[in-house]
């Protein structure tokens, strides 16, 4: 018995022990004539089908199949999809995540396609043609479409507080007192005993309605739609340079100043406190229900805003700051090619046509995103009206040219990591901004 | 043996009955080694390959896109002075406790009272459904019910009067949250394990201690506490083993957060591998990890004499 269950017990502990440890991931192979297109938004699929098959009538002999896994799944696919040289022919890339393809040489430059099909890269908006081009001065791929910041509000809300949704385009913001932006963000936070937040007798303990939603998810270091559109309008910027920095300015008095305002509008009962937003429901979902005056967010989440049952929302433009510009983080997505793909020709041809303002104006129709050539995004435009979305507040930033670039660079992952639990930290009270300066030099170890 | 002392007493019985038992395990061998195969084949490729391959790759430094590069023990020395490596596994030390400390009490008493109280099968059926849901729909449910501002259970506390609780969100209660939630899916099967030890247990031991008159609390001390050691004892290493694997709880809910306040460590040995791409570092980290849980389990059979049992 002893021995037996002495026996029970390792062998019992083995397998789950290295349980977590081991991974697999086997797709079958690709047949001849058959290009793979890996995306992570389930939304978008019915117009990419839409591009695949007028493509495939263009093309007879080659078959598109598309394959979509959730953003959480995706790059863990890509990658064990790379070292097991099934990666699919074709996929949607992110900034984050194509620096480190491209230096390993999992991708295809695609410099010498572009060229020879003629395409030029200065119909898009500034910028956005740029960060496809590696370190090595190579492109890897051609802007398909691109999300700002904006703020949704709660119409009703507003109309409660008495504000006229017009003066939204005209706020200005500051980290001293915040300016006009949290003059608003006061008085559309309503406590329990309908006290607003800029009244005397406000009990910001019992707070009913806050002004401003903080998000669920962690920024990180980037805060893209948390508050880089604040940091970025003080004149700060993430790095030395970008895209490719190699030193992170986390440290400036600037950026740890609009931190510590923001961490502010928690004290002051304006904003919910971390553990509340953290504690389970999505801040579109509490602002859909009520919860939340204002909440800033991106383009992409217009959907999900715009879809709650009686909710009147709309959108306004990020804040005029220090700076005297509106600041937003501009980024897009491009399609990739797989080094390892068995028709290369094939791929680039996907791409090409996934590029095409025929297959981006398909892609506008589904009024999803904002798609990166001029003539499709005046469709998607269009099509957004249609369904009741002003998303002029969306491009304002790109036409005053208040537009920054994601950050780029090596170590995202790490930083990720590093920066994460610091912001954590600050915002729950368990750390002064000025933390972040240590939080700055283990980022920048990273790149020596 | 038998074969020394078999000239000298042949026995006209014996001897064909041998053979016949050795012709057959011949016989016996080759199916049964093809029932094996299924069970093996998937134990070489799921466990003990991966196993092996993850010993080797926690000496080296690998990406996933290059190949693996040696490094010898040095991943094992970042580990020792990874500071998040030792807060996650104080974090995971702190589930763990309450996690098994909560649990074996709640499913030793139902248990007991299913044993003692009642024979209905509804009853067992019931106890068992938080079981049948899958781990990632109960953390997903209990998140929105604990939800600060529109969840139910808040929305209960404040119809008493209560402040409302943010229970995933706070750093002080998020882990405590996680290891009740599973509790509440895994008592009834834990207490389903225990029960099938207390049906081990003779009646006739009961109706003794019945007729000296002993009252039941006594009964549970004296008999079915000591009598049940042996099966209690195996449900907790098992329990405990799983409690310490953690994971998806925290992957669908507060991701590690907030701060590093529920970064469990298999939570920290996914971020390593499968979001930093640092595999090396993770299989020492994994390689660690078994070292510990094989000690955990090995103390806990030594320390509670598993295969001893009071039953003679």
């Given at each position: 018995m002893k021995k037996t269950l002495r026996l029970a017990a390792a062998a019992a502990l083995l397998p789950l022990a290295v349980g977590a440890c081991g991974s697999g991931d086997a797709r079958s192979g690709q047949a001849d004539g058959e290009l793979t297109y890996w995306l992570?938004?389930?939304?978008?699929v019915p117009a990419y089908q839409a591009c695949a098959t007028a493509f495939e009538a263009e093309n007879p002999g080659t078959k598109i199949k598309i394959e979509q896994f959730g953003w959480a799944d995706y790059w863990n696919k890509i990658t064990t999809g790379l070292v097991a040289g099934n990666a699919p022919d074709v996929f949607v890339n992110h900034l984050n995540y194509y620096p480190t393809f491209a230096a390993k040489n999992q991708i295809l430059p695609i410099d010498e396609q572009v060229e020879e099909a003629g395409?030029?890269?200065?119909?898009?908006?500034?910028g956005l043609a740029d960060v496809w081009v590696s370190q090595d001065g190579k492109r890897y791929g051609l802007p398909k479409d691109f999300d700002t910041i904006g703020i949704f509000y709660n119409k009703d809300l507003l109309a409660e507080a008495g504000?006229?949704?017009?003066?939204?385009?005209d706020l200005t913001w500051n980290p001293?007192?915040?300016g006009t932006y949290e003059d608003l963000i006061a008085h559309l936070t309503v406590d329990a005993n309908g006290v607003?937040?800029?009244?005397?007798?406000?009990?910001k303990s019992k707070?009913?309605?806050?002004g401003l939603g903080l998000d669920?998810?962690?920024?990180?270091?980037?805060?893209?739609?948390?508050?880089s559109m604040y940091a970025l309008s003080t004149?700060?910027?993430?790095?030395?340079?970008?895209?490719?920095?190699?030193?992170?300015?986390?440290?400036d008095p600037r950026f740890q100043a609009t931190i510590a305002w923001f961490k502010g509008l928690i004290d002051k009962g304006y904003m919910p406190d971390l553990a509340t937003s953290r504690a389970g429901v999505s801040v579109n979902d509490a602002f859909g229900a009520g919860k939340y005056a204002l909440s800033t967010n991106g383009s992409w989440m217009i959907g999900s805003y715009f879809g709650y049952d009686g909710v009147d929302v709309g959108v306004a433009p990020v804040p005029v700051g220090p700076s005297g510009e509106r600041a937003t983080i501009f980024n897009g997505v491009a399609d990739s090619i797989y080094?390892?793909?068995?028709?290369k020709e094939g791929a680039w041809k996907w791409v090409e046509h996934l590029a095409s303002a025929d297959c981006q104006k398909k892609v506008a129709e589904a009024a999803v995103v904002f798609p990166s050539l001029p003539e499709a995004l005046e469709v998607a435009e269009e099509e957004f009206a249609a369904k009741g979305v002003d998303v002029s507040a969306f491009t304002l930033p790109i036409e005053e040219g208040a537009t920054h670039l994601?950050?780029?660079?090596?170590h995202a992952p790490e930083i990720a990591a590093i920066m994460g639990p610091a912001m954590d930290a600050v915002l729950a009270g368990e750390?002064?901004?000025?933390s972040l300066t240590e939080a700055n030099e283990q980022v920048n170890a990273l790149f020596q | 043996m038998s074969v020394a002392v078999a000239p000298q007493q042949p026995s006209a019985t014996e001897r064909p009955a041998a053979r016949l038992r050795a012709g057959r395990s011949r016989q016996d061998l080759v199916p049964a080694l093809l029932f094996l195969l299924p069970a093996a084949f998937g134990f070489v490729t799921f466990y003990a390959w991966p196993a092996l391959r993850t010993f080797y790759l926690s000496f080296t430094d690998y990406s996933l896109l290059a190949p693996p590069e040696w490094v010898g023990v040095q991943n094992y020395a970042e580990v020792l002075g990874d500071r998040r490596f030792w807060k996650s596994l104080t974090v995971t030390l702190e589930y763990v406790v309450i996690n098994i400390g909560v649990q074996t009490v709640v499913a030793l008493a139902l248990a007991v009272l299913m044993h003692r109280l009642t024979k209905s099968t509804l009853i067992r059926g019931v106890l068992l459904l938080p079981y049948l849901v899958a781990n990632v729909v109960v953390a997903l449910v209990w998140y929105t019910m604990l939800d600060?501002?529109?969840g139910i259970v808040n929305s209960g506390l404040e119809l008493v009067g209560l402040d409302p609780v943010a229970f995933f969100g706070e750093t002080s209660t998020a882990i405590p949250t996680i290891a009740l939630v599973n509790v509440w899916r895994h008592m009834g099967y834990t207490a389903l394990l225990i029960f099938a030890g207390l049906q081990s247990i003779p009646s006739s031991v009961y109706e003794a201690a019945a007729i000296d008159g002993a009252s039941e609390w006594r009964i549970f001390w004296r008999i079915t506490m000591p009598l049940l050691r042996p099966v209690l004892v195996l449900v907790l290493v098992l329990t405990v083993i799983g409690s310490f694997q953690i994971f998806d709880t925290v992957a669908v809910t507060?991701?590690?957060g907030p701060i590093d306040s529920t970064r469990v460590i298999y939570y920290y040995i996914y971020e390593k591998a499968f979001?930093?791409?640092d595999f090396g570092y993770a299989a020492a980290l994994c390689v660690v990890l078994f070292v510990i849980l094989a000690g955990v389990a090995l103390a806990q059979v030594k320390i509670l004499r598993a295969g001893d049992s009071d039953l003679d």
């Open positions: 992570w938004d389930s939304n978008q395409i030029s890269t200065d119909v898009y908006p500034e504000v006229d949704e017009s003066t939204l385009a001293e007192d915040g607003r937040g800029d009244e005397p007798g406000f009990d707070v009913e309605v806050y669920e998810n962690n920024g990180a270091g980037v805060g893209q739609q948390i508050w004149g700060w910027q993430f790095t030395d340079e970008n895209p490719w920095g190699s030193e992170f300015q986390y440290d080094a390892g793909t068995d028709d994601y950050p780029i660079t090596d750390a002064d901004a000025s | 600060a501002q529109l507060t991701k590690g979001q930093q791409f």
